[in-house]
């Protein structure tokens, strides 16, 4: 009896000594103060021998302070793959996410000269230099680029209760550095309360370092970040309707996968779809150096246009509209047009005017048709000074289009041309000849599309929204200017302002040589206008940038079917064929150089005043 009390005591005492060793355990893991001796939570990269820079730094934006925040470095819960372990481990090794580096605050990194050849080689992949991307930090510090009055407005938002925002960002084979720098970028400057989610979707890259390392990566950020690998190329524009598609945030922004954001990007871009529900905004795109990464800001006052061959492009804003904003150069522009690149927009609405043309292809075009589209169909387009983000514009595109990037381009401006711009188009096609004969596919859901929201007329966009496109509101011809004696039609050339235009052959393709005779009297082949050279008077005729909003006096020119003289309204002389050039010369109705017989004229058209 008393040898099985003994063995009773012994087991008593044995369970409460390891009950205090227990517990003594589970507090020492649990101090936040205490070290974790040598337990596995290495970094992967620890793990297979790569030096890890340092752990990733996201800005705490959801206490006032801003506090910096460090992520745990916690081991994952699955199983650790060795082979994808030591690929990011070698694409992590020599990149950094600590300050004080290369291209800090925005400034230009030089390669070392001896690695020149190896630059130039790398840079083929990406059109971009990827060796001073790789150079730069992953949290690159930038300045505070926003003006005083910006920064004031910012004290508002803070009161504001934002709508989430799903940030859309669609890749093909991009370069690792420049697409990480993008999500840290977004991550450390956008206040967490309004930063939903940022759904990647990757257009079939081919690189092995964006499909299982990128899939670990991200798991490393708090904000949720998902990753759709589409399983055949697809292009930009069914890319990002398939992010879009699983976007849970009330507000949808896009982004490229090659940016950096800046202080305060994020909430003048929400505020501004939050108070109207039909804004589509875009922020200012400054520049980052394809060369030297180097952050330049690009000007408060421009905004989007577009020129006959419809590509997009930047205008100085005109008088007009910096009088409706009271010339306060933090208010928003009203734009005519956006980049497309990088928008935010309400997510119901973005179904609602039509989200994206289907049957457009990969890249281009699609732009100009949400513009156009969300002006005609009741929305509203701006630029908003307050909200800037840097963009790696490359001279060229790295990649190919499935079945040319030409025939790509042509078939996306047609869709436009076709369903948006009326009897306008006929500036587009004299402009492209080319796409005349690309196939453009069915239009007319888009067109139903545009009679089910009661849209207005492309007349209508030229007249309210944008009076000084190149395209005129009112013209009397468009196409070549022949003339009949000699079968010769003026031609551009493919000449630059300043110089002269030549005549060749007439070809009835249009081209260099598509001309309109406007409403207001210029005689104009997109941006340029005919004008009297040096002289003035006796001399050869020059190419100048037509003016964006008052018509200058001397791009004025009058012309009479009946006697087919081109008269100049100031000079009162007339257009001559003088060799292969063209001159102003006393008028003579006998002379056969002086005659010219405008392509599809309108003896009965409207004629602005001038």
Known sequence: MRVRVDVCRAVLVTSIVWFLVDVFVLFYFLDPGATPKKADVRTRGERDGVEEAAPLRVLDRVDEHKEERKRKDEPESEPADPRVDGLLGRLMKGLSFGSGGPGEMGRAVHNDPAKEAERKEKFKLNQFNVMASDAISLNRTLPDYRSARCREMATEYEKKRLPPTSIIIVFHNEAWSTLLRTLHSVVNRSPLTILKEIILVDDLSERDYLREPLDVYIKKFRVPVKLIHLDKRSGLIQARLRGSSVATGEILLFLDAHVEVTEGWLEPLVVRVAENRKRVVAPIIDVISDETFEYVTASDTTWGGFNWHLNFRWYQVPPREMERRQQDRASPIQTPTIAGGLFAINRDYFYELGSYDEGMEVWGGENLEISFRTWMCGGVLEIIPCSRVGHVFRKQTPYTFPGGTSRVIHHNAARTAEVWMDDYKIFFYKMTPAARNVEVGDVTGRRALRQSLKCKSF???????????????????????????????????????????????????????????????????????????????HGAVKLEKCALTDVSPKHVWQYSPQTKLVIHHETKECLTLDGQQLILKACSPESSQQLWILENYKADAERSEH
């Open 459 to 537: 007349k209508w966009y030229l007249e309210t929204i944008y009076p000084e496109a190149p395209v005129p509101v009112t013209y009397l011809s468009v196409g070549s200017i022949a003339n009949p004696n000699s079968r010769m039609c003026i031609d551009t050339m493919g000449r630059a302002a300043g110089e002269n235009p030549g005549v060749t052959a007439c070809h009835s393709m249009g081209g260099n040589q598509a001309w309109s005779l406007t409403g207001h009297g210029e005689l104009r082949a997109d941006e340029h206008c005919l004008s009297p050279g040096g002289s003035f008077s």
